[in-house]
């Protein structure tokens, strides 16, 4: 079954240095995600993003973050100047359809710890 | 009032028990509701996909939506200890290009 892949697994960064994690969606896929979980908290919508654009984007995705999708297959996101409350994992998730007939499916995570 | 509210456990029950989780939200307009298994690390697993209200079976695994109550479930018969994990509920409307909103999350242990 195809399978939304993320790199890397485990990103430990220094306070104030840029991040990039990147997610390889599901190949037919045209719809992006990417959700954040901090720990012992809930999954948390951050950005969509369709037609090489952002379609929607939560409080949490200020200007520190952005998104790419640099070529037809990766899609990353990129943390400019990391926070300690940036620790968390990062969730990327992709369908094929937005309408809310398909269900989203998640990538296993990067989990990114700001020192 | 949070949009979505789920029990966070943890819940703890011996083999074989049937197992019921819930989770109550109070936007209306949500229409999709997914329930997602989460092992410690591990990305969310799409369990059960449903549309509005009615029931969803699939194997041990049953889910139901209450769209008057606000109220869904998802029930797990025979349950194994491979099922222990964390369980999140999540939902969307139509048309609002696909955004989720979880549950906390309840954490399941079944035990041998």
């Known amino acids: 079954e195809p399978e939304v892949t993320q790199t890397p697994s485990h990103q430990v960064t220094q306070m104030g240095q840029e991040v990039i994690l990147r997610c390889v969606p599901i190949s037919n896929h045209l719809y992006f995600y990417w959700y954040r979980q901090i720990l012992g908290q809930k999954v948390e919508f951050l950005v969509s993003f369709y037609n090489n654009e952002i379609s929607e984007k939560s409080e949490i995705f200020d200007d520190q973050f952005s998104v790419e999708r640099p070529d037809g297959s990766n899609f990353t996101l990129k943390i400019r100047s990391t926070k300690l409350e940036d620790s968390a994992m990062y969730f990327c998730a992709s369908i094929n359809e937005a309408g809310g007939d398909q269900p989203q499916h998640f990538g296993d995570g990067t989990r990114l710890s700001i020192l | 009032q949070k949009e979505v509210e789920q029990d966070p456990g943890p819940l703890s029950v011996p083999e074989g028990a049937i197992v019921s989780l819930n989770c109550t939200y109070s936007?209306?307009?949500?229409?999709?509701f997914m329930w997602y298994r989460q092992y410690s690390r591990k990305g969310p697993e799409l369990l059960m996909y449903?549309?509005?209200?009615g029931n969803k079976e699939d194997g041990r695994f049953t889910a139901q939506v209450d769209k008057s109550s606000k109220y869904i479930s998802l029930f797990i018969r025979d349950s194994q200890p491979s099922d222990s994990a964390t369980y999140l509920c999540a939902m969307s409307a139509y048309n609002q290009g696909g955004k989720l909103i979880f549950g906390q999350g309840t954490e399941l242990s079944v035990k041998p």
């Open positions: 449903t549309y509005s209200s």
């Open positions: 936007n209306s307009a949500f229409q999709y």
